[in-house]
């Protein structure tokens, strides 16, 4: 028998990172609720804080001692193990929300008279601290819409004037709630022709909607893969979170910034993830199973006029290209157009029984909101129009429940318009 088994990210999920002879043998480990850990001594104290404010590189099989829970916390450090399992990722920092994970590395490595590339559409507020915020600090700030990837964006590029500035691409893939997907590997190609010995641009990766499951950005090129561990991550609508994934080279910057601004994830936050994902896999099985038959419905019902849904890209196209070599699922997130317009789609909103009407997702529960109101409320409304995010438009977020239920909810609304 061979003695070298590799254990798949489903089966580590419940102990990875952990050593219960640490916790009184704890089969869990315990919420670490202090907010300083005591040294041995005047020598080990002075060892962890070179290693800490990078004073010194890290010994052969030496670790970062516990200093302050603001740097570190032993339910923060298993959490991180644990999530670079699913992306492959050498290191992860975990953050108080996904905003908090998002920003600080935007904040990290861009400066002002960089330039931040980054794709349409993308969550609001992401959208609104790239156009509200990073302008107020003299970053330049230049957008492109799925389908440009190639030689149109080398073209949009070079007519912005500012190519030699390009730092980072950001994207959302796929995006929200469109569902429009992004050809991670062109856009490395394009970061790749504009880096140089001095600097090299960056790829940042939006991966909430697909969870670290059924996309894994980093194999495609990305330097980041973050997420809001609100959703399929924590799955349960009852923690905030955020994560972000790399290499040990970026993020040992992420985490000097964190430790900064203060924006790390709680002891009891870090517990409650470890939890969720115990269950991640199954449950992101379940619900993608049950869009899938959800979407089959909505396809053939005469009051929708389109479902925006990864199962749905037509075959022999591009885009379908893309979604056979980045996913390994249609995912749990659809959009439907209700035929009419607001009034219609606010209709069958308000006649749903089973399905809730909030602004996440990944949960266990179904979820519908209206994105043109809702969750890009605060994006240009001639940008929405563009991007197809109307007044009919409905998203759902596909849950756990049987799925003959969710689909005879959906149907007795859309009776009601």
């Not at 190519?163 to 994207?171: G, N, P, R, T």
């Not at 972000?244 to 993830?273: D, Y």
């Not at 619900?287 to 019902?301: D, G, I, M, S, Y």
Request: aromatic share 10%.
């Amino acid at each position: 028998m061979n003695n070298d088994h590799k254990f798949s990210p489903e089966s580590l999920m419940m102990s990875y990172g952990y050593k219960p002879a640490l916790s009184e043998g704890a089969i869990k480990s315990p919420i670490f609720l202090t907010s300083t850990f005591v040294f041995k001594n005047a020598e080990e104290g002075k060892a962890f804080f070179e290693l800490a404010y990078g004073l010194r590189e890290k010994g052969k099989n030496e670790e970062l001692g516990l200093i302050y829970s603001r740097i570190n916390n032993p339910d923060l450090e298993i959490l991180e193990n644990r999530l670079t399992l699913w992306d492959e990722a050498e290191e992860c920092a975990v953050f108080e929300s996904g905003m908090s994970a998002i920003t600080t590395v935007l904040l990290e490595f861009l400066k002002p008279g960089d330039l931040l590339l980054y794709s349409t559409p993308l969550y609001g507020g992401t959208d609104h601290f790239i156009h509200h915020f990073l302008s107020k600090i003299g970053v330049n700030t230049l957008a492109f819409k799925p389908g440009q990837e190639q030689d149109e964006l080398k073209s949009i590029l070079e007519a912005s004037g500012m190519a030699d500035k390009l730092a980072m691409i950001y994207i959302e893939t796929p995006a929200n709630p469109t569902n429009a997907v992004i050809d991670i590997s062109a856009c490395k190609a394009i970061a790749e022709k504009y880096s140089t010995s001095e600097k090299k641009v960056l790829i940042a990766v939006d991966n909430t909607y697909m969870g670290p499951l059924w996309q894994q950005p980093l194999k495609l090129g990305a330097d980041f893969s973050l997420y809001s561990a609100t959703k399929y991550i924590g799955g349960h609508s009852d923690v905030i979170a955020g994560a972000c994934c790399g290499s040990f080279e970026v993020i040992k910057r992420v985490k000097t910034l964190r430790t900064f601004l203060g924006n790390m994830a709680s002891p009891h936050t870090g517990w409650l993830l470890m939890r969720s994902l115990e269950t991640l896999k199954i449950r992101m099985e379940q619900q993608a199973f049950n869009a899938a038959k959800v979407a089959e419905f909505l396809n053939k019902h005469p009051k929708i006029e389109k479902v925006y849904y990864l199962g749905n890209i037509p075959k022999g196209t591009r885009e379908y290209e893309v979604f056979q070599k980045q996913y390994s699922s249609a995912g749990a997130m659809l959009s439907f157009d209700v035929r009419g317009g607001e009034k219609e789609a606010f209709t069958f909103i308000n006649s749903l029984k089973l399905i809730k009407l909030a602004v996440s997702l990944g949960g266990t529960e179904s979820l519908v909101e209206h994105p043109y109101t809702m969750t890009h409320a605060g994006v240009d409304p001639h940008h929405k129009q563009e991007m197809s995010v109307t007044e009919k438009m409905v998203r759902l977020s596909t849950g756990v429940e049987n799925y003959r239920d969710i689909i005879w909810d959906i149907e007795q609304a859309l009776e009601k318009v």
